[in-house]
């Protein structure tokens, strides 16, 4: 399937060198390839282009590989187990962090995955490590969600009897009969809504180290290569010590994929300070710096949060997580807002603009036609719009007159399409969710990636077509759905457009970059929920098999 302008289906193809040699019927390729090549016949098998995808998150949620997984567990005893095997390695005194109760990455229906149907407490962890402060960590993408810590980490954090169940919005946990606290702590949230509380306790674990990402970095790296991604685009939460890792791995031949990596404005610091760091990083103007296997390409500044936490800023009220209406402001404001994207256009920058309510939208669009009529065409950079998950059918027809490209994920939907599109925005607004195909019809080269997760790639195909809430299975706007061509097209061709690498990537053409997946199956004619669970044999980059095997 080679996402050529015809979206042609071929019998062969030939890489040589890292680039595609021939693509076409089988004799003709085996001609061009010549008689020492090496053939490999896949038996019916499908080929794609490399996945890019346009929101990933390698270094973040790399270090979430170094913690103690809790995915799949189904009791507190369970839970107990794998504690006590990172315990046995940990020094006395250290902390032991665990990825949040239930499984990865949206929690479902915690704790009634659990045989108890409820969290573990500080007397269930205490036995199996009572030298050790244990700390559960929340997940972020769940309001309201929870921590737990063991008595050790409660000491730690100043915790104790006396202390006010309100802690900084912080929920302590009582026992109905003593007033000890369980260990549990509601509300902890990581990103969004952080309490001074949770500042504090973050403060007492160790400082990260520059190991640690790298070993990140090491461990998920692999992963994405290993669900087909060739190329990722690393587009906001980034820290300049990650492309330091990136560089490295891929020196001792260890970066599997390709990565192209933004730096995060700080909107925070003074102006001046702001002004001196788009001019520092102002290597990574134009189209990047660097090459096509690691490029530092532009900068990232958000506007606002997930919609879940009640921090998306949206055209109008909307329920919050607590039952309230909520109807936040931007995370920055307007005007510095649109000072700072002049200024990083002036610097030859391009911006990846977060922003996931309308209001949002609204701004960073305007913005941005500001740039365009004042400092530098916006199109001719290809800025682009992340997240953006509800934009008006006017909003997308703007993104068009200026050249925006918009990245979003359909798993938005899967994650939050019940709890949050439905049931606190309602059905009218859930169903112009990710408008895919409003989107293409304006000609808006819209990309997929995976963000939050799930992070492989075959289940954000199958999600681009099916459109399900994870919770209840539910469709989520069917009016919005596309074909299987398209949800090809904007996981391949679209994100390398919006890379500026449309002449190397995204198509399996000859002279184009050899970044190929190969497919467990047909792609065309199989029934669609087996999309979701169709395994990639292998994936290929430069012509090199990095995961799988052929």
Known sequence: MTVDDRFSIAEAVAARQGRVLAVGETSDVRATAGPGARVVDLGGRTVTPGFIDTHGHIGLFGLMTLWVSLTGARSIAEIRQRIVERVKATPKGDWVVTTPVGDEPYFFEVPNVLAERRFPNRWDLDPISPDNPV????????????????????????????????????????????????????????????????????????????????????????????????????????????????????????????????????????????????????????????????????????????????????????EGPYGKPVNPGPLVDRSLYAEILKRAARHGLRVHAEAAGRGAIAIALGAMAAVDQEVARIGDCRWVLEHCEFPTKKQILECKRLGVVPTTATNFIWGKGEEVFLQRLGREYAEQAIPLRSWLDAGVPVCQSTDWGPREAMFTIWQSLARKAGLTGATVGAREKISREEALRIFTRNPAYALFMEDELGSIEPGKLADLVVLDGDLVDCPQDDIREMAVAATIVDGEVVAGAL
């Open 135 to 318: 700390y559960i960590t929340a997940p972020t993408n769940r309001v309201p969600n929870t921590a737990i810590l063991n008595s050790r980490a409660l000491a730690l954090a100043g915790i104790e009897r006396s202390t006010a169940a309100d802690l900084e919005g912080v929920e302590v946990v009582k026992d109905d009969k003593t007033g000890e606290p369980t260990g549990e702590l509601r509300g902890m949230q990581p990103i969004y809504n952080p309490s001074p509380f949770f500042a504090r306790l973050s403060a007492l674990l160790p400082p990260l180290t520059y190991e640690q990402r790298r070993a990140g970095i090491g461990n998920l790296a692999p992963r994405f290569a290993a669900g087909g991604t060739t190329a990722l685009l690393e587009n906001h939460l980034t820290s300049p010590e990650e492309l330091r890792v990136y560089a490295e791995l891929l020196e001792e031949g260890q970066l599997p994929v390709r990565v192209f990596f933004t730096f995060d404005i700080d909107p925070r610091r003074p102006l001046d300070e702001i002004e001196e760091f788009l001019r520092t990083v102002s290597f990574a103007g134009g189209r990047g710096f660097g090459t096509s296997r690691l490029r530092a390409t532009g900068v990232s500044l958000g506007l606002d949060g997930p919609h879940w936490h009640g921090t998306a800023v949206a055209a109008e009220p909307y």
